[in-house]
């Protein structure tokens, strides 16, 4: 079992950055495929990046090009680097777990969830 700990979400202007750091405790961090995504008032969970164990990557279309995942594996967390924020990016950014090395882009196929940080962008 891997226990998940999001961190550094925050109010930003549109055009600003932010970086959102995932934090495993448990198992071996590298035994997991990770993903972000995230959930806005009223809406579904929705999919944002996937990191596989080994560092295979798959972006959603609405945030290619502007985020960036990545994984240090000797400390055990993973990162989501944000830029030119849009007010629609606004929602609570979750990140999820799974054993295994596959790009899993839906939400049920993860095991693990954090409790998830909240990004505001005004606008």
């Known amino acids: 079992q891997v226990q998940l700990v999001e961190s550094g979400g925050g109010l930003v202007q549109a055009g600003g950055s932010l970086r959102l750091s995932c934090a495993a405790s448990?198992?071996?961090?590298?035994?997991?495929?990770m993903g972000w995504f995230r959930q806005a008032p009223g809406k579904e969970r929705e999919f944002v990046v996937a990191?596989?164990?080994?560092?295979?990557?798959s972006y959603a279309d609405s945030v290619k090009d502007r985020f960036t995942v990545s994984r240090d594996n000797a400390k055990n967390t993973m990162f989501l680097q944000m830029n030119s924020l849009k007010p629609e990016d606004t929602a609570v950014y979750y990140c999820?777990?799974?054993?295994?090395?596959?790009?899993?882009?839906?939400?049920?196929?993860?095991?693990?969830w954090g409790q998830g940080t909240q990004v505001t962008v005004s606008s």
């Open positions: 999820a777990a799974r054993g295994g090395d596959i790009l899993y882009t839906r939400a049920r196929l993860y095991d693990y």
């Open positions: 448990g198992r071996t961090f590298t035994a997991y495929a």
């Open positions: 990191i596989s164990r080994s560092g295979t990557t």
